[in-house]
């Protein structure tokens, strides 16, 4: 996905990632892969260790002062804790470019709170990604405020594109979508090394269980993508009636393992209630 990052007017923009813990590493690893070009990235940090860090393995411009670095910038990535939002809006929102757009990834912070603290002019958007950007396969979901400009919700939707795919979803939709989407490669990884770990009771060495383990769910994932039956049509072309693979499933089944993942995913997030 090597398309540019545009600003309103047509010029090419400067992204400022304002942080950066894993995730926003992750967006900025994958941006750059996709073409993101690093002289217009700037990224900070308290630590300047940290930064310098960054600068020296992905060529990024890198400071600790949020304001400068929002200056420079027509999107913000502002990649803060929840805790962190309010403090760092009010050091940045009088040194805002006017048709910037500031993208906040903290959980739970709403737009309205964003929109408030942000001078006329200035887009606010949330988005919810994944660590799989850093890979090039992420998963980001994206909500423009309605102080968002069409160009605006593009521009920011054309830079979290660059590492993976992007939806667009309603504001209240992110708790609800989540743990499928940021959350779901911490509950792929713990079923990768439970059979990583099943090779190594069979005698099959870790690093070789790891290759097979990696090819089979790459191989899965694109053939899941390329076919539009159902989960279950599919699984059941694995599984022929008395083989091994359906008694396998049985006692995945016997240990209530497809239970076990519907109740850690499929909760109802605090103050929403099951239909």
Same mark, same amino acid.
């Given at each position: 996905?090597?398309?540019?990052?545009?600003?309103?007017?047509?010029?090419?923009?400067?992204?400022?990632?304002?942080?950066?813990?894993?995730?926003?590493?992750?967006?900025?690893?994958?941006?750059?892969?996709?073409?993101?070009?690093?002289?217009?990235?700037?990224?900070?940090?308290?630590?300047?260790?940290? $930064?310098?860090?960054?600068?020296?393995?992905?060529?990024?411009? $890198?400071?600790?002062?949020?304001?400068?670095?929002?200056? *420079?910038?027509?999107?913000?990535?502002?990649?803060?804790?929840?805790?962190?939002?309010?403090?760092?809006?009010?050091?940045?929102?009088?040194?805002?470019?006017?048709?910037?757009?500031?993208?906040?990834?903290?959980?739970?912070?709403?737009?309205? *709170?964003?929109?408030?603290?942000?001078?006329?002019? $200035?887009?606010?958007?949330?988005?919810?990604?994944? =660590?799989?950007?850093?890979?090039?396969?992420?998963?980001?979901?994206?909500?423009?405020?309605? /102080?968002?400009?069409?160009?605006?919700?593009?521009?920011?939707?054309?830079?979290?594109?660059? /590492?993976?795919?992007?939806?667009?979803?309603?504001?209240?939709?992110?708790? $609800?979508?989540?743990? =499928?989407? /940021?959350?779901?490669?911490?509950?792929?990884?713990?079923?990768? *090394?439970?059979?990583?770990?099943?090779?190594?009771?069979?005698?099959?060495?870790?690093?070789?269980?790891?290759? =097979?383990?990696?090819?089979?769910?790459?191989?899965?994932?694109?053939?899941?993508?390329?076919?539009?039956?159902?989960?279950?049509?599919?699984? *059941?072309?694995?599984?022929?009636?008395?083989?091994?693979?359906?008694?396998?499933?049985?006692?995945?089944?016997?240990?209530?393992?497809?239970?076990?993942?519907?109740?850690?995913?499929?909760?109802?997030?605090?103050?929403?209630?099951?239909?």
């Amino acid at each position: 996905m090597n398309r540019s990052v545009d600003s309103v007017g047509g010029a090419r923009e400067k992204v400022a990632f304002l942080g950066a813990g894993a995730v926003s590493e992750a967006l900025v690893g994958g941006a750059l892969a996709g073409g993101l070009d690093p002289g217009a990235v700037w990224v900070t940090a308290r630590s300047r260790d940290h $930064v310098d860090a960054l600068s020296a393995s992905h060529g990024v411009r $890198v400071t600790t002062d949020n304001a400068a670095a929002a200056s *420079e910038a027509g999107i913000v990535v502002l990649a803060v804790p929840a805790a962190g939002v309010a403090q760092v809006l009010d050091e940045i929102a009088g040194r805002l470019r006017d048709g910037a757009v500031v993208v906040s990834l903290a959980d739970g912070v709403p737009l309205t *709170e964003l929109e408030e603290r942000l001078p006329e002019g $200035v887009g606010a958007a949330r988005a919810m990604p994944s =660590l799989t950007a850093r890979a090039g396969e992420g998963l980001t979901l994206l909500t423009p405020g309605a /102080s968002c400009s069409a160009a605006q919700a593009d521009a920011a939707a054309g830079l979290f594109a660059r /590492s993976g795919k992007v939806v667009r979803v309603p504001e209240d939709q992110h708790a $609800v979508l989540g743990p =499928l989407s /940021s959350g779901g490669p911490a509950y792929v990884l713990y079923l990768a *090394e439970a059979m990583i770990e099943a090779g190594a009771v069979r005698g099959v060495p870790r690093d070789l269980a790891r290759e =097979l383990v990696t090819q089979v769910l790459t191989g899965t994932a694109a053939w899941l993508r390329a076919d539009s039956r159902e989960v279950a049509t599919l699984r *059941e072309k694995v599984c022929a009636p008395g083989g091994a693979g359906i008694r396998r499933i049985a006692a995945l089944d016997r240990h209530a393992v497809r239970a076990a993942v519907v109740s850690a995913l499929g909760d109802a997030p605090p103050g929403l209630s099951p239909e």
